[in-house]
């Protein structure tokens, strides 16, 4: 059994740090060969990496972006507030132990209770942290039922913000993606431990909640680190250039974390949370792929192999919108993703997005059924999404290549203190 | 540009070498910190490994398992013999760049002919080659159709041995997770880089083979190294323990490599090729997780925990079948799986398995949609495939928790010699 104590040993390393416990791999790697820029930076550390569970923030949203991606959705079956309750606070317990690389339960997975069923599934047994992390998120219908029953008294503690996202033009949403009482999102750097953090919550929800939908997704189309490579989408184009890093403590403050002053006495269980929006967004691959260079760059608004604004420079330069041209037009056309998505055209919001590509086998007629499953972070959707998506759902020049298919909202409420569960605050 | 640079610059690194190119960062940092126990052996090595195209055999079947997999099925449209000829050997030049970790074109992806599409996707761009392997083969239909039409004169050519496998006891096949008349098995430490592969092959297909379906999967279930880690199914338990491993020459030539023996002068195209049998096997996951370890165990034969045989001894300890308990009963179960996997109840014969596990969403039940992607290298699969599943399909414990849901056979041609394509001895 030296797989499960070497996991025990890894995550017990990275809890006593009380921060990040970077594998020594890495380090060493880049000591010994200068290779860091060859290397990506988190490749060969992702396996030692642990986050700890607890904090005044969930993990899973500064976090640099890990490789992998499971997201789920849950329906909540139970009728029982007290049922819910519990279930939250065993998903904590076991969500604290799997992000320091110990089993779901208690008992040694495959020893001990032969009669009983093992309190953790097995699959990730050998491996290590891989830097996972889970964050969990409260959809509208948690709080009240679409013909207004109030399910478990929550009805008058919901944000005014917290409703299922508008009907944008073009939306072509499938119920099956769509939607959710509760949500989890497992990021690590190997799938099968991203994979095994959602089977044994569904396990654990059984009886209380069951899944609603699910998504893999990999590739890190965003960035959190300002050391990272910036990832490319399916597009072929970086993705995640301007996104905001973990180091931006006043981008944080003012774009992604619920403040005190947006909640009263009845919301104030949000405040240090924030808002979830998740979007799967099918790419029309096929036709893109058959898309001039020239065409793709124009409806980008940046050029594909540096990823620089259209208006010159290089990838992280600002783009300049009123830059003109030949004949007068902007350099940065005027339906271009960058000038739609720029803060400058939005009144200044921003988003932490942590988008994931995906791949998920072919469509009925024959296309690969890839995209972007898009996740951004947010202060208040109100503010600062639904202005934009509405805007970039009518005009945005990609929207030739990109079906908004599913769809998500949900409120992350803060971190868990120590020995405490996510969502206390709002049970309280 | 830097990281198209550097993606050719490792992989001429690799294919000057005329052989397995190992990134020097896993070496350096095993021998920087004596940790290759505790990081997985390849992880970190992925990145910069790249494995030569050309060879006797093709890549991707004893070459060390890598993380992730792409797998496609294609439908051949045209009519035209020299159409299909013209696209296999253009798969072959864009797959030997790939796997070097050049762009799958020769024309800058991202420069250059700006009113063209570009000749490479780009989202690789910034990827080393990842350990990128990719593996060609032919289905049943390439060689005559179900009404007899031998479509491209090939009808005379197929291997009596290449034909759709039989319908097993409780096979639930979907026709659109089945069959096909090419294949292509693309692996590689970067789950976008073995994305990359299919999605440019299938982009050279355009308007001569079409995707059918196509499978991602992660993991690694099996191993082909003596020095892995055995990975583990999503049962949770071991599985690949008695696998053959690369070293095995005996093995190998016993075993996977079709031997000139078993051609004639119609079939020896196929000499020093294989033949790669996929089945999608779904996994009830819910049942098994509520399932007692003890049944657990004694349905697969093994321990979870160390993967020892229930007879006794360690992981790599043969079971002894023959073994009694209480009551005279055998410790290893009459309806094992390890028991009716076992060469000594198969007549000596073994396979190769490279199988990865999936995980696709949920089914239209609510249950995850789980399961494991087999694929398995045969000499034979009317000796070392059909026997064996048609037992096991009747008698095997765990078939009370599998379904197998899709199935393919291909005949894999042996590897294309510096220059050539996959697939030269049957054309010609």
Known sequence: MSGVSRRRLLGLAGAGAGGLALGVGAAATAAATGLDDVLRPDRGAGDGTAYPFHG???????????DHLHFAAFDVTTTSRDDLVAMLQAWSVAAER????????????????YDAPPDDTGEAMDLPPAGLTITIGFGPGLFQTADGTDRFGLAARRPASLERLPHFPADALDPARSDGDLCVQA???????AVHAVRNLARIAFGTASLRWSQLGFGRTATTSDEQVTPRNLFGFKD??????????DALAEHVWVPDADTDASTAWLAGGSYLVARRIAMTIEPWDRTSLREQEAVVGRTKG?????????????????????????????????????PSTNGGVRM???????????????????????????????????PMQTRMSAQDGLMEYLQHVGSGLFAVPPGAPEGGWVGQQLFA
């Open 352 to 386: 932490l997005r942590r988008g994931y590509n995906y791949t998920d086998g072919i469509t009925p007629l024959g296309r690969l059924d890839a995209g972007l499953f898009f996740l951004a972070f947010v202060r208040d959707p109100a503010t600062h999404y639904v």
């Open 187 to 193: 990021c690590a750097d190997d799938p099968q431990v």
């Open 306 to 342: 540096e990823g620089a604004p259209l208006s010159g420079g290089t990838e992280h330069d600002e783009p300049d919108l009123a830059m003109a041209g030949r004949g007068g037009l902007p350099l940065v056309a005027e339906n271009a993703h960058v000038r739609l998505a720029h």
């Open 56 to 66: 005044p923030h969930q993990a899973g949203i500064t976090t640099p972006a890990q």
């Open 240 to 249: 995640g250039t301007a996104n905001i890093t973990a180091q931006q403590d």
């Open 98 to 113: 799997m992000t320091r690389g110990a089993p779901a339960g208690e008992g040694d997975p495959a020893s001990g209770a």
